[in-house]
Antibody, heavy 124, light 107 residues
């Protein structure tokens, strides 16, 4: 069974750094794109960016480029989303999600498996 | 960037009735569209991909149609468990983009 298990909720102060994780299981982690998706309180879904764990190639939404860093550790089947200096406006639920099709040139299908979400709260 | 616009924002439907949700793309995306269902406190769930292909274990009461810029999700004979928020998402080009969502509520 495919599973994405995310790290637990975080409460941070503005200016602090943070790295949250998403561990994939039950499939070939290196062969499927993983995305991070933000959901601010009572709002819709926003694509943050994606990583192909096979070669750690990343692509970001222009809205998030330079604000976060996505990475992966193939040896432990885990993807990460990182901030170097958090802002109050980063307060949100963050989901990781696995792309449906395999391979770097995957162009078919949406996100067929999702993590449970990591709630990030940034407050002074 | 391809902007996805969903309508209506809220759809009030009685149980047993059919709900029709719309999604429009700002430019042609072919059939590279997915639909998701999200219930309160839960992660989204993939319902439809390729504009009209039901994902695994999705009941046949859910159907998708459309191509190019206009898409529809139809929910037949709405059950209590179908009241939720629905999002469309295009994967034709980067950046990947979602619509703003349609909340399907009980009338």
């Amino acid at each position: 069974e495919v599973q994405l298990v995310q790290s637990g909720a975080e409460v941070k102060k503005p200016g602090e750094s943070l790295k949250i994780s998403c561990e994939g299981g039950g499939y070939s982690f290196t062969n499927y794109w993983i995305a991070w998706v933000r959901q601010m309180p009572e709002k819709g879904l926003e694509w943050v960016g994606s990583i192909y764990p096979g070669d750690s190639h990343t692509t970001y939404s222009p809205s998030f480029q330079g604000q976060v860093t996505i990475s992966a550790d193939r040896s432990i089947n885990t993807a990460y989303l990182q901030w170097h200096s958090l802002k109050a406006s980063d307060t949100a639920m963050y989901y990781c999600a696995k792309r449906q099709c395999s391979g770097w040139y995957c162009t078919v299908g949406g996100f067929d498996s999702w993590g449970q979400g990591t709630l990030v709260t940034v407050s002074s | 960037e391809t902007v996805m616009t969903q309508s209506p924002a809220t759809l009030s439907v009685s149980p047993g009735e059919t709900g029709t949700l719309s999604c429009r793309a700002s430019q042609s995306i072919g059939s590279k569209l997915a639909w998701y269902q999200q219930k309160p406190g839960q992660a989204p769930r993939l319902l439809i991909y390729g504009a009209s292909v039901r994902a695994t274990r999705v009941p046949d009461g859910f159907s998708g149609s459309g191509s190019g810029t206009e898409f529809t999700l139809t929910i037949s004979s709405l059950q209590s468990e179908d009241f939720a928020v629905y999002y469309c998402q295009q994967y034709n080009d980067w950046p990947l983009t979602f619509g703003g969502g349609t909340k399907v509520e009980m009338k």
